[in-house]
């Protein structure tokens, strides 16, 4: 079974500059999240989507960050203006029920650098 | 905001030795528990899921769950020097398929 794909694997943009990053995930998975994760954290949930709608984007810094999901499958994150602080590993999750509980899994990241 | 905490280490342990990694959480709603493996420059690994009270045995793995005292630990037995990374702990919120992660426990086994 293929995993979560992500692309691109590096990004290096000068502030102010636009990004976007692409995700596909596990088939069949409904449910897709994008997590920030900064060096020494742990991933920091951004937006979950659950099909096409959105489930939490409580903390997608929304005057920058947009994403969507087009047709309940692959999605997309954008980031414009980008800002230094959004120097990160950008992580892309799907998730299944299994049994009692669901169970996610991530893609390889996308690593941003802001300069 | 569910909190999840965890020591981030950094825990050193010798080969062979038995590695604990622990992790309490601020949500008696929590229903489930999840470790993940986090190799430098990687992405988090799901290794384990837990939503008994008890232990969970996975291979060299066990899991722990205390409800009652909103504790949740991973022992890593014989342990080995491919298991140095990072270990997070997670757990779920109120629909079941919202995750929650601390920051990381740093584990490095010593040759």
Known sequence: EAGVAQSPRYKIIEKRQSVAFWCNPISGHATLYWYQQILGQGPKLLIQFQNNGVVDDSQLPKDRFSAERLKGVDSTLKIQPAKLEDSAVYLCASSLVHGATYEQYFGPGTRLTVT | ?111
């Open chain 2, 1 to 111: 905001q569910k909190e999840v905490e965890q020591n981030s280490g950094p825990l050193s342990v010798p080969e062979g030795a038995i590695a604990s990694l622990n992790c309490t959480y601020s949500d008696r709603g929590s229903q489930s528990f999840f470790w993940y493996r986090q190799y430098s420059g990687k992405s988090p690994e799901l290794i384990m899921f837990i939503y008994s009270n008890g232990d969970k045995e996975d291979g060299r793995f066990t899991a722990q769950l205390n409800k009652a005292s909103q504790y949740v630990s991973l022992l890593i037995r014989d342990s080995q020097p491919s298991d140095s990374a990072t270990y997070l702990c997670a757990v779920n919120g109120d629909t079941g398929n919202q995750f929650y992660f601390g920051t990381g426990t740093s584990l490095t086994v010593i040759p």
